[in-house]
């Protein structure tokens, strides 16, 4: 059954330091905005509660509300930092550094492991490559000079159809 599955799209992605350090720094930037304006509006709203609370007499509830914002803050600091040097870590562990990418009808191979397209957590388009989340966390990166069969503009409409809600183009500022 696979061998006469046509490939549609094959890419060949180099990975070396300075791409794994281009999709860390994009994907730790990534949502850093809207994680910051998030904490910042739970932190006010939790500031609120305390204060209202001490000033009620309430000493315990608003001793606990303070204690809720430090660990809040603690924990949303702490999070984006462990994130970053797990990213980190996985990349700079992957030992092999040419990747060949079969894009098929219902599915793609990163080298000969099989993957569906539903498997993907989410598709992100930059300028220079697609990047295929597998989880929160993890992605593979397909370099856009990287086709040997097809074209970039071609898999981008390609990929959006088949990952439609998971798919986004996102501008770099790098």
Known sequence: METNMKILFKNVTRYDSKSYNKFVKFHNEKYSDKYFFVTIVFCILLLYCSILNLKNKNIMLGLCFIAVILIFIFVRFYLPIKRYKNTSKKYENNQK????????????????????????????ETNDYFYLYFNEDYAALV?????????SKEFSKFIKKKCFLKYQRNSEKL
């Open 97 to 124: 550094t040419l990747y060949t990418f079969s894009f098929y009808q219902y599915f793609f191979k990163i080298d000969n492991q099989r993957k569906y397209y539903l498997e993907l957590y989410k598709v992100i």
């Open 143 to 151: 370099s856009k000079n990287g086709f040997k069969l097809g074209d």
